[in-house]
């Protein structure tokens, strides 16, 4: 009894301002896509932009971001997610999930698992028609990725994005760019701040007479070595 009253005194003043606390208003759900034709959406994707999250920042620090999907025959999409851990010298680091439609999303929205029984919300809230790049949340909003089918995107798309995510009460000030060298940028959008793409080494015209020295020297090292 005496633990009770202890700690009800030690609680009641949080519930207190909690209640006196006008609560915001709550948003309703983001609004995924109508549809999404899974045949079209596999394949693999890369990581332009995300929100950092337990999974790739925490322990890990994600770059070289792709997800890979792939229907299966019951149903099911497999997914194959992967990055290089630069904390762990840039070794790769690869989860392998499924992901299942939620009935009635039109494919927009799947619940995902890469540690049974333990599942996640997928919304896709944006897609391009040509599915060159998408837009994906979670309900919480606690979670955003941009996805391209390239490993950068066009700063005009990139914005296109934003927008949408914006749009749906998300926000994008938390969004950090992926660093993707296949890209050869720090940035997602291509024409933003990063890393030049490294350019090939200029072709040499070999000088002749350098090239008659080098042949006499090996004659002569030849013709050593046989005596």
Known sequence: MRLAVTLSALFAPALLAAGCAAAPPALPPPETVARVDL????GTWFEIARFPNG?????RRCEAVTATYRP???????VVNRCRDMAAGGREAVAEGTARPVPGSGNARLRVTFFWPFFGDYWVIGLEPAYRW??????????LWVL????AMRAGDYSAALAIARREGFDTARLV???QPAAGSAAGPEGGAGR??????PRTTPDPLARARLDLAALRSGATAAR
């Open 148 to 151: 391209s089918r390239t490993p």
């Open 72 to 78: 299966e025959g019951d149903g099911s999409i497999a």
């Open 39 to 42: 045949d079209r959406y596999a």
């Open 55 to 59: 999974f790739q920042d925490r322990s």
């Open 134 to 143: 998408a837009v994906v949340g979670t309900p919480d909003r606690e979670n």
């Open 177 to 179: 760019p992926t660093p």
């Open 196 to 201: 030049a793409a490294p350019q090939p080494a």
